[in-house]
């Protein structure tokens, strides 16, 4: 079963095996819910999203947030410690930086595909912080997706959203990778994501403003990466790594990260 759906700012394609047709197209829509959940809490700008009220808040003031939040911005802070500040999806409309923000609440950090246990989580800041999480949330989004299809059985599978692939099941898939030069590479990706990151792709969501705007690109940096990694918000925030950390420690953080360079 294959569907392409508008998601997330860009084309979302789904595909699923699954033990029958109906049971892998209510698969497919359960994993659209799972992202426009993410959508829903995770917008920059939505009145009433997480990212918003942070915002909107004063410092020191706690806020609640879902469960799925705490989870993407936790993973952000550890990247943020590991670069020294490097990684940070942080704004420059406000002074704050991801090293303001304090979560609290959800005791130890679960993986993308968590679905049980959702504790109450809380948030303060202590400066006026503005956060995009752009294309960290998209991969996060992508592995929910991924999730959703193997709760409702689907053996196999895929999900693509803009850049930001996983795929799941026995068999390793058959991608194209667009290389910078704008060729494609083909590739095999087993149980595993890839993303990309091209700053001079025509594609490229321009609500997205996080990690470029407050520090600019060192000189001399490339303009595209792609990363393979367990999941895709990994890969997709590792991109920003690489493009952003000097070249050793980037690829000191891809190792901790279990994670590697495809291009």
């Not at 294959?2 to 595909?15: D, H, S």
């Not at 209510?26 to 009220?53: K, N």
């Not at 594609?203 to 990694?229: F, K, M, S």
């Not at 050793?248 to 901790?256: D, G, K, N, S, T």
Request: net charge positive; with cysteine.
């Amino acid at each position: 079963m294959r569907r392409l759906r508008l998601a997330l700012g860009t084309w979302l394609a789904l595909e699923a095996s699954g033990p029958s047709a109906e049971r892998a197209g209510r698969a497919i829509d359960a994993a659209c819910e799972a992202v426009a959940e993410v959508e829903t809490h995770m917008h920059p700008q939505r009145h009433g999203s997480d990212l918003q009220r942070l915002r909107d808040a004063r410092p020191q003031v706690e806020i609640p947030i879902h469960f799925l939040t705490w989870q993407v911005l936790s993973f952000a802070q550890r990247l943020y410690q590991l670069t020294d500040g490097v990684f940070d999806p942080s704004l420059p409309d406000e002074p704050g930086t991801l090293g303001d923000l304090q979560l609290r609440g959800a005791g130890v950090e679960a993986g993308p595909s968590e679905t049980a246990r959702r504790p109450a989580c809380h948030a303060l800041t202590r400066a006026p912080l503005a956060l995009d999480l752009g294309g960290i949330a998209k991969g996060f989004a992508v592995d929910r997706a991924v999730a959703a299809l193997q709760a409702a059985g689907c053996s196999a599978g895929l999900v693509n959203a803009g850049g930001d692939l996983r795929v799941f099941g026995p068999q390793p898939a058959y991608v194209l990778l667009r290389g910078a030069d704008g060729h494609f590479q083909p590739r095999w990706l087993h149980d595993a994501a890839l993303a990309v990151s091209d700053l001079d792709s025509d594609g490229r969501p321009a609500q997205h403003r996080g990690y470029y705007v407050r520090r600019g690109l060192p000189r001399g940096a490339q303009r595209y990466a792609a990363v393979v990694a367990r999941d895709a918000m990994s890969a997709d925030a590792l991109t920003k790594c690489v493009l952003l950390c000097p070249r050793e420690r980037a690829q000191q953080v891809l190792r901790q990260c279990g994670a590697r360079a495809a291009a």
